[in-house]
Nanobody
């Protein structure tokens, strides 16, 4: 079965950087868009970023635009989220997801069919 495993989370200070990884197994990611979502305690899950199947285009939430960069390595079946200039409000569990198709433009969870369990990111001021 398809599994997505995130890694790279941790506890950092405001202004620091982290790079998250999401390794897929059980299926290639080559023909699927991929996404990152996050959920803070007491809040709903929110869209962070998505990347098209071939890496040709990325879309970001306004809250992370200019600070986060999503990338993918189809040969390694892995996607990444480089997070710079982290803020306390970025604290959340970050999960990656595999879309149902080549693109997932709407930033909606319903566009995705597989989800990882997530990795905790904690940013202190």
């Amino acid at each position: 079965q398809v599994q997505l495993e995130e890694s790279g989370g941790g506890s950092v200070q405001a202004g620091d950087s982290l790079k998250l990884s999401c390794a897929a197994s059980g299926r290639t990611i080559r023909d699927r868009a991929m996404g990152w979502f996050r959920q803070a305690p007491g809040k709903e899950r929110e869209f962070v970023a998505t990347i098209r199947w071939n890496g040709g285009s990325t879309t970001y939430a306004d809250s992370v635009k200019g600070r986060f960069t999503m990338s993918r390595d189809n040969a390694q079946n892995t996607v990444y989220l480089q997070m710079n200039s982290l803020k306390p409000e970025d604290t959340a569990v970050y999960s990656c997801a595999m879309a149902r198709g080549l693109i997932a433009p709407a930033g909606q969870g319903s566009e995705y069919s597989y989800w990882g369990r997530g990795t905790q990111v904690t940013v202190s001021s």
